[in-house]
T-cell receptor, first 116, second 110 residues
Framework: GAVVSQHPSRVICKSGTSVKIECRSLDFQATTMFWYRQFPKKSLMLMAT?????????EQGVEKDKFLINHASLTLSTLTVTSAHPEDSSFYIC????????????FGPGTRLTVL | GEDVEQSLFLSVREGDSSVINCTYTDSSSTYLYWYKQEPGAGLQLLTY?????DMKQDQRLTVLLNKKDKHLSLRIADTQTGDSAIYFC??????????FGKGTTLSVSS
């Protein structure tokens, strides 16, 4: 089946540093990838939609200069949290869709970001 | 607005059936999903149903869809302790992101 990986799975960083999270579709091409953020005991909130070769579409309230998304190829999207602060600590999950008829999206295992 | 509603908690005994309910708001949603999330892990797709279906069964899982009431349910037969997790329902239109409910925490006691 389709596999999506995320790297790193867990990262701890100091306040003010930038962190890059990679999302890769390992065995299929994904023209669209989605980035979600999950707060403790909360649902997943869509942050942005990432289309290969074009600018990401950000949801209302998500700062595009803070959360930089790059979708350089059909198998890789990156999310960079710039100048991270403790309130950015969260679980970040990406998903990718191969564009099949059932619209299935495959989720990565998530990245736990802790900003000290 | 777009809100997917779920009850937050469900507690059952091992061997019983579990029914998790979900109400969605967008009648034009064409795909409805159930995802499972175990502690500290990502999301695992359990099953999905296309909006022109009323029911889908997959081993111990039964999904019922009442499109008129915008109500979706997931029934887990013979619930096991390994089924303890958070279950999310989600709705979507083709090519768009999923809209998730807040998740139902299922606790299975032996």
């Amino acid at each position: 089946g389709a596999v999506v990986s995320q790297h790193p799975s867990r990262v701890i960083c100091k306040s003010g540093t930038s962190v890059k999270i990679e999302c890769r579709s390992l065995d299929f091409q994904a023209t669209t990838m989605f980035w979600y953020r999950q707060f403790p005991k909360k649902s997943l909130m869509l942050m942005a939609t990432s289309n290969e070769g074009s600018k990401a579409t950000y949801e209302q309230g998500v700062e595009k200069d803070k959360f930089l998304i790059n979708h350089a190829s059909l198998t890789l999207s990156t999310l960079t949290v710039t100048s991270a602060h403790p309130e950015d600590s969260s679980f970040y999950i990406c998903s990718a869709s191969p564009g099949t008829v059932d619209n299935e999206q495959f989720f990565g295992p998530g990245t736990r970001l802790t900003v000290l | 607005g777009e809100d997917v509603e779920q009850s937050l908690f469900l507690s059952v005994r091992e061997g019983d059936s579990s029914v998790i309910n979900c109400t969605y708001t967008d009648s034009s949603s064409t795909y409805l999903y159930w995802y499972k999330q175990e502690p500290g892990a990502g999301l695992q797709l359990l099953t999905y149903i296309f909006s022109n279906m009323d029911m889908k069964q997959d081993q111990r899982l039964t999904v019922l869809l009442n499109k008129k009431d915008k109500h979706l349910s997931l029934r887990i037969a013979d619930t096991q302790t390994g089924d303890s997790a958070i279950y999310f329902c989600a709705e979507t239109l083709p090519g768009t992101a999923l809209i998730f409910g807040k998740g139902t925490t299922l606790s299975v006691s032996s």
